[in-house]
């Protein structure tokens, strides 16, 4: 069970990456002029909007339920993969358009991270313990 703090905080940042990939891919269903520019600047072609739009969409709709969301972050991490390899092939900026995925990502997996026990166990973060050489060592000089 986890606290209502960490629960809270762990939604909120979900949330974010679920508002965001909503609101990208919903755009694309529309088409507004700056969203075909966009796209098209990006070298892919018009007819392609909508199936990025789909495949974003449903990422993001998978990673908003609880029981698939893992599966849902595994399929935008491929996804912002992919907006990775656009950017570097268009030698776009680094930290403004080729990392940007990247943060979305790390926010995304920092999400279900705080909120899954299970992946908590799979990928544990722990704080460094000195070694028992070092507490010898700590000793002595204090």
Known sequence: MISKRRFRVAWTISGLVILFMLFDSISKFFKPASVV????????????????????????????????????????TGYFGGAIATHVRLDNPLFTHTLFPVYIAVLAWAGI??????LRKLFPIKKERPSDENKIEQAKIG
């Not at 070298?43 to 449903?58: A, K």
């Not at 991270?113 to 299970?118: A, G, P, Q, S």
């Open 113 to 118: 991270w705080l909120r899954d026990e299970n």
């Open 37 to 76: 520019e966009g796209t098209v600047s990006l070298g892919f072609s018009e007819h392609h909007i909508f199936v990025i739009g789909i495949l974003g969409f449903l990422s993001a709709i998978l990673y908003m339920i609880p029981r698939f969301s893992v599966l849902g972050a595994i399929l935008l």
